[in-house]
């Protein structure tokens, strides 16, 4: 995928992106240069102060392919209450364009590798696309979604992931979360069969995923794949883990007979009914609760159900009947990697995607009435309306993840991994499993906890991630404070933001500078409006010095000798010596005159 144009035409614009906002992300010569000669990965830089608006790029791409998203889903399960055209759809008006790589399957014979796509939508009308270059087209999406063109026409996955509080970024990716829970609940009710993969294509990786996103890397990536998670982390091998995956819940009778038709009989010596028209459906006779299993569809088919591919791959499982939870314990080793290579298609992702879907089934406690205010919501705070679980009310999760780490005697734990430790496996970990996908990547500060090192070799590590893959395209957009990810990006692919601070509106211009290469010192001083390259307090202490000898009553020597004991090395440094110096040099000249 490559991103071309957006504009927003909502008459209220987007967050701090007015009506009218357009950005060209390529001109056309940087284009046709991309096409014809490829040099592998690169992502757009997105820098500025803070609060200058640079995550609201992102999020506009996220709301817009968010649309996208629920119409496209609609043409198989959607719940009602996005289907009822009363929600809020900002921005509510946009022009999107993009190349998208076509599927080998859909191309004609000699025909283009990219295809252009314009996505609008107008106040009040449905979101319309244009496909050039292919099978020129016009149509309405939800026509164009129907008639099977999903797969033409959109990215194949838009996954974000923030390491700070940006909720807006993930609101419509959380909504997609429950979506995803409604139609397999929705499968459940209706004894439908279900794929074992998540319908929606939107996926926001957060922390919650970080486990497994580590152990699919550990099983499946070969030696040279996981060479980045050796030399700067130190992790080694993965030793075990365990999945714990809770079956049953216990739910009331009203509940029950949803996932009905309401069809019951009466048991023995009781005059409550239980129904038995759905098989996931039990009464209890002792204690006269309905339960639900909710791992249903998810079991029982030897071949293709996703417990019964784990169930294959573990080293021992066991079933505790009193609390009906499930436990997998896998102790690695090369004979387990192959089971699991030969249960999940030799795929990384599909094993990544069989661990979503079991995850996604930890929001059953969330109410339908919650559920609905979540898809109504513009709150900055979604996540924190949506209880959280003690770890023995989840229906799936992990322990003991254990692997080896180079200088540590003992197995450790990921909890017990530095935050820059964990969010370098998570980032990376993600691109690796993406890699072989055509998709849109929005990754909000992603390189927070990094120490300098990291960050300097941070896109050199997102290269070695994404690049070179034939047939596929990533786009990635990252938001970034620091300048060793603008000095290892061509200017092209630096996108520098300014907030104007009366209207509060968003700019965004290129560095009119060669960043690739470009000196900290340069860069910061030039996006980010730090004109000193040493710290505030530092810089206050070396102010007074300056203060003192531009009065003149001071032993120059002696204000020399003060300047090095207080301060370390820095250009600031050096110049004010140098003044003193050029000072004295001066003076004994008129003295010598």
């Not at 609760?289 to 499982?317: F, P, Q």
């Not at 998709?439 to 300097?456: I, K, Y």
Request: proline share 4%; with cysteine.
């Amino acid at each position: 995928m490559k991103l071309l144009r957006l504009k927003i035409t909502d008459p209220a614009g987007f967050r701090s992106l007015p009506c009218g906002f357009e950005h060209h992300f390529r001109t056309e010569w940087a284009l046709q240069d991309e096409l014809t000669q490829p040099k592998g990965f690169a992502p757009f830089v997105c820098a500025g102060p803070n609060g200058s608006g640079k995550s609201n790029l992102l999020e506009a791409l996220a709301a817009i392919f968010f649309q996208l998203e629920v119409l496209r889903v609609r043409r198989s399960f959607l719940p009602e209450v996005l289907q009822s055209g009363k929600l809020d759809a900002s921005p509510v008006a946009f022009e999107l364009d993009y190349l998208i790589q076509i599927p080998q399957e859909y191309r004609r014979q000699d025909g283009p590798v990219w295809a252009k796509v314009g996505v609008w939508k107008d106040p009040g009308d449905s979101v319309r696309f244009q496909w050039e270059n292919q099978s020129d087209f016009d149509t309405d999406a939800y026509e164009a979604f129907k008639g099977g063109h999903a797969d033409i026409l959109l990215p194949e996955y838009v996954l974000g992931y923030s390491s700070g509080e940006n909720e807006i970024l993930s609101l419509p990716f959380f909504k997609m979360r429950f979506v995803q829970f409604d139609e397999y609940w929705n499968a459940l009710t209706q004894q439908l069969s279900y794929p074992g993969h998540p319908e929606t294509r939107l996926a926001y990786l957060d922390n919650s995923f970080s486990q497994a996103i580590l152990l699919c890397n550990l099983l499946f990536q070969d030696e040279t794949t996981l060479q980045p998670f050796r030399e700067d982390v130190g992790i080694e091998a993965l030793k075990e883990f365990r999945i714990i995956i809770k079956r049953s819940i216990e739910v009331t009778a009203q509940q029950a007979a949803q996932l009905t038709s309401g069809d019951y009989v009466l048991p023995d010596n009781s005059q409550d009914g239980y129904f038995t028209d759905n098989p996931a459906i039990s009464l209890s006779t002792e204690t006269g609760a309905y339960t639900v299993n909710l791992t249903h569809l998810l079991e029982g088919d030897e071949k293709s159900s996703i417990i019964e591919k784990l169930k294959r791959c573990a080293t021992l499982s066991y079933l505790d009947e009193d609390t009906d939870t499930l436990i997998l314990d896998y102790w690695v080793n090369e004979a387990t990697k192959a089971t699991f290579r030969n249960n999940f298609d030799d795929s990384p992702l599909g094993l990544f995607q069989a661990f979503q879907v079991l995850l996604a089934l930890n929001l059953y406690s969330v109410s339908d009435s919650l559920k609905t205010d979540i898809y109504r919501s513009n709150s900055h705070y979604v996540s924190e309306t949506a209880p959280t679980l003690a770890s023995d009310q989840r229906i799936m999760r992990f322990k003991f993840v254990r692997f080896s780490k180079q200088g540590v005697p003992e197995p450790m734990m990921l909890k017990e991994l530095s935050d820059g430790e964990h969010q370098l496996l998570h980032s990376l970990g993600l691109c690796l499993l993406f890699r072989d996908t055509n998709s849109l990547f929005l990754l909000d500060e992603p390189e927070t906890h990094f120490n300098p090192d990291w960050r300097a070799s941070f896109i050199s590590r997102l290269n070695s991630c994404l690049q070179g893959r034939e047939g596929v395209s990533q786009e990635m957009l990252i938001t970034t404070h620091s300048p060793f990810l603008i000095s290892d990006s061509k200017p092209d692919k630096v996108l520098v933001f300014e907030k104007d601070k009366a209207t509060g509106s968003v700019s965004i211009s290129n560095p009119d500078y060669n960043t690739l290469g470009a000196s900290i010192n340069k860069i910061t001083m030039s996006t980010f409006g730090k004109r000193e390259t040493i710290g505030g307090h530092a810089q206050a202490i070396l102010d007074g010095l300056r203060a003192r000898f531009e009065q003149g009553d001071e032993n120059l020597d002696t204000l020399i000798g003060e300047i090095h004991q207080q301060l370390g090395d820095s250009v600031e440094k050096v110049l004010l010596i140098k003044a003193i110096l050029d000072k004295a040099e001066r003076r004994d000249q008129e003295a010598q005159g």
